[in-house]
């Protein structure tokens, strides 16, 4: 689902921008919070493939821009590490105003810190994920090694990060300084994973066993063995984020699903206030079935008729397929498109009238293979035969019945 665009302000009044990302096919069951690192911003790829790793196992995560970076407003010379700490605080408020209020923290370098202190902040929060945080935010300090002197004696300095120049000021070190993480870690009293990278030339890795150490059980560690601390090659980020999700999974509340059983093969439930979105069991197999947003559904899943096109395109494939295998002919791929000509809203609009549109399946047939004119037409009136489409020609009845 495309990322929405969402407006909150922190607690001097500014105006942060984030990106808040929902699942595609199911509502949000839990919501995330996602802290970037120093001097980064909510569209760093790393951040954006963490984040749609989480949605992907039914988290909606909202990536926002600190204080003074990306899209929001503020100065960056004017913002410390505390200033992110009520930013994070500021933008679960808004998740849990306009959605849920967040469950899962995560945090990356800086941000993993923010995050551990955030998290004492935040009640809602029941699970804590840092990716190669500092034990300590002063050791940010080091990034800035050459000016140092120049911030402690002129009160600030231009500093070149990641090939930007940003003004950091003498605040800004003395709040470091001011904030310490094993303390905060021993008294955490939230699940916490710690991802970290040996090959972490930025925040070396001593620094996850000191935060380790620090915090009480139950808390993990997870090693991003070959990653950058930045996490630039997509495959670990990737990976970060689908560790992060399946081990939250332990933490936080997860909505209970009722096993649908029934001597049918096919199982369709639907609340009542659950608009279109419909749970199905089909066979041994869970499917979600929908209807298209132009028509109020959430598209979290196919169609009715969706279904029953797709019931007649897998049908020709596996009967051309199992036709050519008895005859021996090379049909390599036999690759099948259908849709149906008429919307169910239109067609249940008149379910109760005697006289009904003609229903139209659209069928194209591609076959693959060393095959000869004969048999290509023959594969083709083949296709007419399959069960389904016999099925779809025939008369039928349903024949219902209420059950207790």
């Known amino acids: 689902m495309k990322p929405q665009k969402v407006f909150f302000q922190n607690t001097e009044g500014q105006q942060l921008v984030g990106r808040l990302e929902l699942p595609a096919d199911q509502h949000p069951h839990n919501f995330a919070l996602f802290a970037h690192c120093f001097t980064c911003n909510k569209n760093l790829s790393a951040v954006r493939n ?63 810190a923010a995050v551990i202190f955030a998290a004492a902040q935040i009640n809602s929060v029941k699970a804590v994920a840092t990716i190669g945080a500092p034990s300590d935010p002063k050791h940010v300090a080091h990034l800035l090694e050459g000016n140092l002197e120049e911030i402690k004696t002129q009160g600030k300095a231009t500093v070149k990060l990641g090939g930007r120049p940003f003004t950091i000021k003498k605040h800004f070190l003395e709040d470091l300084e001011a904030h310490t993480l ?56 990737h990976y970060a984020g689908g560790v992060v999700a399946e081990w939250a999974s332990r933490y936080v509340i997860l909505p209970e699903t009722e096993e649908l059983k029934s001597p049918h093969q096919v199982i369709a439930s639907l609340d009542g206030d659950g608009g279109f979105t419909t749970d199905m069991k089909i066979g041994n197999h869970y499917f979600t079935a929908d209807e298209p947003t132009d028509f ?40 099948v498109h259908t849709s149906y000509s008429k919307t169910h809203a239109e067609d249940c609009v008149q379910c109760e009238s005697a006289s009904a549109k003609i229903d139209t399946f659209h069928r194209e047939v591609k076959l693959t293979g060393d095959l000869d004119e004969k048999q290509t037409q023959r594969l083709l009136e083949i296709a007419d035969r399959c069960p389904v489409h016999r099925t779809l020609h025939s008369e039928t009845q349903v024949i219902t019945k209420l059950l207790p």
């Open 296 to 335: 109020g559904g959430n598209d979290f899943g196919p169609s009715p008729y969706e279904f029953v096109s797709a019931g007649l395109a897998a049908c020709t494939v596996m009967t051309l397929q199992m036709y050519a295998r008895r005859k021996g002919w090379d049909l390599q791929n036999a690759e």
């Open 182 to 237: 094993p303390k905060v870690a021993k008294n955490l009293k939230k699940a916490l994973l710690i991802l970290h990278s040996p090959q972490d030339r930025t925040v070396e890795i001593k620094n996850a066993e000191q935060i380790y150490l620090a915090a009480r059980h139950p808390k993990s560690f997870i090693t991003l063995d070959g990653a950058d601390h930045l996490l630039s090659n997509s495959r670990d980020s």
């Open 50 to 112: 963490i984040s749609r790793a989480l949605t992907n196992k039914g988290f909606g995560v909202l990536r926002f821009d600190f204080t003074g970076l990306g899209e929001s407003d503020g100065d960056f010379a004017d913002t410390n590490f505390s200033g992110n700490v009520e930013d994070l605080v500021a933008a679960a408020g808004y998740l849990g105003e306009h959605h849920k209020a967040p469950s899962l923290l995560v945090g990356h370098s800086l941000g993993g």
